[in-house]
């Protein structure tokens, strides 16, 4: 049984965790045991079964004058499962309407101009693509610069997520940046990664990068100077990608 998969829709703590683990592996069982089990104060373990049990994940019941825990039953597991999927369907029909009014009320609004500094700014900025699934996205990519940068511990965790939403990538590289890519198999150019890669004409050089995708410009700049904008603005977007159409077409397949 993985508990993990089983309890995921809820964000328990990790320590909530493993009192239900403890719990569901055990049996019936008392507080003083699972506190030495799970190595913890047997006052912590308390206040965490108070929250499961309200939560409604265990049962309490009273074994002469102690206390007894377990596990509530599947069945009522997957009731509480079910109340989570249905509170989640109806928080994305109310999205879509909230949508819909958000942009009516923007969609006159002057451009919006976001600007990040620093590394863990321009993380964050990258980490903010993937609020989206199932686009394609293009850019002008200096991929060294850019791990550099966002460090290549990141760059892996970013390419994994961006796999998971189904976010494709079109790119173009310079091409004295290209030998990093034997450094790094998530920089592979092929269906599995979802991504398709061109090089750019040798007299095409370039330091600063930039994504593209719906009305969002992202700009990153390189690891000496560490800092980026995101441009929200229709016509920067429609603009920046008719340039990035323009150099793809002349630009060598990977």
Same mark, same amino acid.
């Given at each position: ?73 599947? =069945?009522?597991?997957? %009731?509480?499962?079910? $109340? #989570?999927?249905?509170?989640? +369907? &109806?928080?994305?029909? *109310?999205?879509?309407? @909230? ?83 034997? =450094?790094?198999?998530? %920089?592979?150019?092929? $269906? #599995?990664?979802?991504?398709? +890669? &061109?090089?750019?004409? *040798?007299?095409?050089? @370039? ?48």
């Amino acid at each position: 049984m993985n508990i993990n998969d089983l309890l995921q829709p809820f964000n328990l703590r990790e320590i909530e965790k493993q009192v239900f683990s403890d719990i569901a592996n055990t049996g019936k069982t008392n507080a003083a045991s699972i506190a030495k089990r799970v190595s913890i104060s047997r006052t912590s373990v308390y206040d965490l079964l108070d929250k499961l049990v309200g939560s409604g994940f265990i049962v309490e019941s009273l074994s002469g004058t102690t206390k007894q825990f377990e596990i509530q039953s599947p =069945e009522k597991i997957e %009731l509480l499962i079910s $109340e #989570r999927v249905e509170g989640l +369907a &109806r928080a994305k029909e *109310s999205l879509e309407h @909230f949508k819909a009014s958000y942009y009516n009320k923007t969609k006159d609004i002057k451009p919006r101009l976001t600007i990040y500094e620093g590394k863990k700014e321009l993380q964050q900025m990258m980490k903010d693509m993937l609020l989206y699934r199932d686009i394609t996205i293009c850019g002008l990519w200096p991929i060294k610069q850019v791990i550099k940068t966002l460090t290549p511990e990141f760059y892996f965790k970013f390419q994994a997520e961006r796999l998971k939403r189904n976010i494709k990538i079109k790119v173009i590289w310079p091409i004295k940046q290209l030998p990093i890519k034997t =450094e790094f198999k998530f %920089l592979n150019a092929n $269906e #599995r990664y979802k991504r398709e +890669a &061109r090089i750019a004409p *040798s007299n095409i050089d @370039f330091s600063l990068g930039y994504t593209i995708y719906k009305d969002n410009v992202r700009f990153i700049s390189s690891s000496k100077i560490s800092y980026g904008f995101l441009v929200e603005s229709e016509e920067m977007a429609d603009m920046m990608k008719k340039q990035f159409d323009i150099i793809w077409k002349n630009s060598k397949p990977l």
